[in-house]
């Protein structure tokens, strides 16, 4: 089974990705290094690296590989880069982006799908991820500044709490639309303080829904004391 799910992931890199345009050298190895049968449910490991979403549970998917991908090349994520995770769901695109950045906070409003990152996480050892439980749509103010926020799921607009928070010459890229239509979008901010937005193409997200509390956070290398 291990040699197998190798074999795929580095199909995964070749067939998903890089033919199709994913060229940024440390978002492949990432992904290329990141087990996401892990964060998937166990009877769907076989299908782990194939490129499309999968069930969660409580209405929430795992992103395609290709999706996690592109979020991540047009964020340019460097190695100094404080990120901010919006939808920890399975946690996967945190750990991708964790592989990359020195440090990732991620948002979960969803209790049950926090704790389970979290479990996998810590079996990693992946010990530059904050986990928070609460509202996306106010990011995470009390570990601003940010240098990158990303999003899995979309909002009509994106918040103005994001933008608030994101260090100067930082990149937020999130989807943007409803169920009738959502795209891809970077925006970041320039020099003189303008925004500079770039459309990535159609995509299709779970909404990014208000409501929950940012009382609970864990690191997820850390241990509990028992």
Not at 11 to 32: K, P
Not at 102 to 109: G, I, L, M, T, W
Not at 152 to 179: D, F, K, M
């Amino acid at each position: 089974m291990e040699r197998r799910l190798e074999r795929e992931r580095r199909q995964m890199l070749d067939d998903h990705l890089a033919a199709r345009g994913i060229t940024d050298a440390s978002v492949l190895a990432a992904m290329g290094t990141v087990p996401r049968e892990l964060f998937v449910p166990g009877h769907l490991w076989e299908a782990a690296y194939d490129d499309h979403p999968l069930p969660l549970g409580n209405a929430q998917t795992i992103s395609q590989p290709y999706i996690v991908a592109l979020t991540l090349q047009a964020a340019n994520i460097q190695p100094d880069d404080v990120v901010l995770d919006i939808g920890t769901g399975s946690g996967y695109a945190a750990a991708v982006a964790s592989r990359i950045a020195a440090r990732v906070v991620s948002v979960e409003r969803v209790s049950d799908l926090s704790r389970q990152a979290e479990t996998v996480l810590r079996k990693l050892g992946y010990e530059n991820i904050e986990l928070l439980i609460g509202d996306g749509t106010r990011g995470a103010p009390e570990h601003e500044p940010f240098d990158v926020i990303i999003s899995a799921a979309a909002a009509a607009n994106i918040p103005e709490s994001w933008s608030e928070q994101l260090a100067p010459g930082g990149r937020i890229v999130a989807p943007v639309g409803t169920r009738s239509g959502q795209r891809l979008r970077s925006v970041r901010r320039d020099a003189r303080g303008d925004w500079i937005e770039t459309d990535f193409g159609g995509v299709r997200f779970v909404p990014l829904v208000t409501g929950g509390s940012s009382a609970s956070s864990s690191r997820a290398g850390e241990r509990e004391e028992r």
